[in-house]
């Protein structure tokens, strides 16, 4: 008696996957943060929530980073704002090495760790951020990224870079700043390296994209009483 063939890993990510569409058909919020679809014949990728119309599943990948939406070559939704999704990462095994991305993942995501920038100094030293970070975790930079990539399948600069872009796109969006004092806010010694970055990875410049949902539209203030900059924080609705 031949036992039943158990179902291949290919299997098991197209099941997954077509549950992922099944949630995006229904824009289901409760996986909101979940994962991202990158849809092939925009170039796009949005929130499981996105109210825009549903693509053709063929047209569909998934994706549980926006850094592997972006490393991918897609570009953020501006309507549903993956910036704005709520974190979920689910970690399925708790073991050294996971515990280890997760604990890089949550410190890459805080401001705190990237470099304080000024007008003056000089430019932003991405690699030196990672190195901070693998010294903090105790580890070398080596390992980390080793770990990262595998956990992940991006770098740990990738997925800095990532969150510097789209904290960057948030402050453009929902505040009146500057653009100098955005890029220098978001880890950028520079607004020609930021330009350079936003339109590499947006393919608009920082200017364009304030035009198209300019804060001041929205009730934003820019008058001289202001003290300082409203940041709507989570996730809304998109």
Not at 132 to 144: I, Q
Request: net charge positive; proline share 7%.
């Amino acid at each position: 008696m031949t036992s039943p063939a158990l179902p291949s890993e290919a299997d098991a990510d197209t099941a997954l996957d077509h549950g992922r569409y099944l949630a995006v058909m229904a824009r289901d919020a409760r996986f909101d943060g979940h994962f991202f679809t990158g849809v092939t014949s925009t170039g796009i990728y949005c929130r499981p929530v996105c109210a825009v119309r549903t693509p053709r599943r063929e047209n569909c990948r998934f994706f549980v980073l926006a850094a592997q939406a972006e490393h991918a070559g897609f570009r953020p939704c501006l309507r549903c704002r993956p910036e704005l999704a709520p974190q979920a990462l689910v970690w399925s095994v708790q073991d050294a090495s996971s515990i280890l991305v997760q604990q890089a993942v949550r410190l890459l995501d805080s401001p705190d760790l990237w470099p304080a920038q000024t007008a003056t100094t000089a430019p932003a030293d991405s690699g030196a951020t990672v190195a901070r970070l693998a010294d903090r975790l105790g580890v070398s930079d080596r390992h980390l990224r080793r770990i990262f990539e595998a956990a992940l399948g991006v770098s740990p600069l990738q997925y800095l870079q990532t969150r510097r872009l789209l904290t960057a796109k948030q402050l453009l969006t929902d505040t009146c700043m500057p653009v100098t004092q955005v890029a220098l806010a978001s880890g950028f010694a520079s607004v020609r390296r930021f330009n350079a970055a936003f339109v590499g990875h947006y393919g608009l410049n920082p200017t364009q994209l304030r035009r198209s949902g300019t804060p001041a539209g929205k009730g934003g203030t820019t008058g001289s009483h202001d003290t300082g900059s409203t940041l709507r924080l989570a996730w809304r609705p998109p």
